[in-house]
């Protein structure tokens, strides 16, 4: 019985805060400040430590990305990989070879879409990227995951 009243008290004293709390957040959702599907600032995100996005220019023209090679040795037969997720505005689902880059390098900048309808200012695209290389002397090949968020320069 106590534990209830204790309950009840707790409410009836900061129930009108909580209220308010919840009403707050709802304003806030409802004017999209918590939507998840914008993309609120460009990345360029590879997760192995040794390859590292060099530039990258997403324009009305296309989209152009270039990889810089952090290892301490070589690599060879470099191949990226881009599939669009659902929160992107623009479709770009490609492959793309870049070749090999020596230890320290960086490829060139390489075109990986091009649009034939220019996107509109607010476009945004949002890609998780696979990137697959061999290093140099090795026969096996070894892949990564990545993820791209950018919005149209």
């Known amino acids: 019985m106590k534990r209830a009243q204790a309950v009840m ?15 707050a957040v709802a304003f806030l959702n409802y004017f999209g400040l918590f939507d998840l599907n ?19 220019m997403f324009n ?24 669009t997720t659902g929160a992107s505005t623009v479709q770009c689902n490609q492959q793309r070879a870049f070749g090999s880059i020596p230890s320290g390098g960086k490829s060139p900048l390489y075109e990986i879409c091009t649009f034939s309808t ?15 290389y061999r290093q140099e002397g090795k026969q096996t090949s070894r892949q990564t995951k990545g993820e791209l968020k950018l919005r149209r320069e």
Do not use: R
């Open 9 to 23: 008290e707790f409410l009836m004293m900061y129930g009108w805060a909580i209220l308010l709390l919840l009403a």
């Open 118 to 132: 220019p996107p509109p200012p607010e476009a945004s695209l949002v890609a998780n990227i696979y990137v697959t």
């Open 38 to 56: 914008k993309v609120s600032a460009n990345s360029v995100i590879i997760f192995d430590p040794g390859l590292v996005e060099g530039e990258h």
């Open 60 to 83: 009305s023209s296309g989209l152009y990305l270039s990889i810089q090679n952090a290892f301490p040795f070589g690599l060879s037969e470099l191949n990226l990989t881009l599939n």
